[in-house]
């Protein structure tokens, strides 16, 4: 038979999912592993896509989404950032999060084009790239600056070929948060060079020691920016995959081309949960971010009491500890955590090189099993002879 594609052939396969193949041989374990609230999605949601359903409703959507969810996405943004967009030509909803940021990249990018991402960044973005024709450059941040991008980095990696950047801020996996000031002079270098800018936001909601700053909503940002966002994180929707992407209308054209195509629509029960979600889901999100707060404090404070150094994270649900002090790799960290003690927690470098020396652990779990969580990996360091180091 004749070859299959190159690129997805030497494209590896997520770095995760090993480790989830191995939960499955294993009782008893902890998961500090998945991007995903432990909350159940709020009553209000579910009830409105439950009516919807009773109703009838399960026909397709228009491409771009039905119009009211689309009004309220922009009427949101306005409210919370003071930016907005045409709901019938800037706003398209999409199957998550990830069809947004698949369909962005096949919507601008030619052969050859250059993303600059800056890492430890989400394992999707690089293949994504790739599978659009496009070539990835990393531009590497560090832990003692707290994974915070800096725009000289950027600005020395950019060539003839350089082609958009990608922001994701609050950042998985690290947590980190980028100012005002900083985002601002990223813009301003993407102007100055031509540059599209791709802003994931999908943590937006998950800040805790200040407000979120949205991309689009920064001078001379608006009109190269595609903003990416979803009701994922802050509603507790991983499962209804809904996602929207938001841009300059000849931008979202092309974007729903592909759309079209591929996927038709986004599920209409899904869209109209997000719907509910917009308009009376507030104070769910506040309590589960109030809470996420609390879990934020308590477990980064044990990784450090541990001697497992950790900054505390400023968004998103994940602490990034160093392990190097243990003198094992991410990986075996990783692993004899899990065949040791039952706690699942991902390995920092497959978030990118500047991952290495570190692992992910979502907190968006219990308050009890982050508790039991850090009391084996306690007993897990005090075997290895770091505890408390």
């Known amino acids: 038979m004749k070859s299959l594609s190159q690129i997805v052939q030497n494209t590896p396969a997520s770095g995760i999912r090993r480790f989830f193949d191995l939960v499955a041989e294993l009782d008893d374990v902890i998961s500090l592993g998945v991007g995903e609230p432990d909350y159940v999605t709020p009553w209000r949601i579910r009830e409105a896509a439950i009516y919807s359903l009773e109703k009838g409703r399960t026909t397709y959507t228009s491409n771009y989404g039905l119009l009211e969810l689309r009004e309220a996405i922009v009427a949101k943004h306005i409210e919370r950032y003071g930016t907005g967009w045409n709901p019938r030509t800037e706003v398209l909803v999409t199957v998550g999060v990830s069809e947004a940021l698949d369909t962005a990249f096949r919507a601008i990018l030619n052969p050859g084009d250059e993303v600059l991402i800056p890492e430890p960044c989400y394992v999707s973005y690089a293949p994504c790239v790739l599978f659009a024709g496009g070539v990835p450059v990393p531009v590497p941040t560090r832990a003692s600056d707290g994974f915070v991008t800096h725009p000289e980095a950027i600005a020395e990696r950019i060539t003839e070929k350089t082609k958009a950047i990608l922001l994701s801020y609050p950042t998985n996996p690290t947590g980190a948060v980028m100012s005002r000031e900083g985002l601002q002079r990223v813009v301003d270098i993407a102007v100055a060079n ?30 190269r920016t595609i903003l ?52 009376n889901a507030e104070q769910d999100t506040a309590e589960m971010v109030a809470d996420y707060d609390r879990r934020r404090r308590l477990f980064v404070k044990g990784l450090n009491d541990l001697g497992l150094e950790c900054r505390l994270p400023g968004g998103a649900f994940y602490a990034f500890p160093s392990i190097e002090k243990t003198g094992l790799t991410s990986e075996e960290f990783a692993e004899r955590l899990l065949r040791e ?43 290895l002879g770091t505890m408390g180091e």
């Not at 936001?201 to 407000?211: F, K, Q």
């Not at 700053?213 to 001379?220: E, I, R, Y």
């Not at 219990?366 to 009391?375: D, G, H, V």
Request: hydrophobic fraction near 40%; proline fraction near 4%.
């Open 341 to 383: 003690e039952r706690v699942l927690v991902v390995p920092g470098d497959v978030f990118g090189d500047g991952g290495i020396g570190h692992v992910r652990c979502c907190y968006a779990t219990a308050t009890s099993k982050l508790t039991e969580a850090l009391e084996r990996m306690g007993r897990f360091l005090e075997r």
């Open 228 to 279: 990416l966002n979803g009701f994922s994180k802050a509603y507790a929707m991983t499962g209804w995959r809904i996602g929207y992407a938001c841009a300059p209308a000849p931008i979202i054209e092309m974007m729903m081309k592909i759309h079209q195509y591929t996927m038709l629509c986004a599920p209409i029960t899904a869209q109209i949960a997000a719907i509910e979600a917009l308009k």
């Open 194 to 223: 031509d540059l599209y800018i791709l802003s994931d936001e999908i943590y937006d909601r998950l800040c805790y020691d200040s407000e979120h700053v949205s991309v689009p909503a920064l001078q001379g940002a608006k009109e």
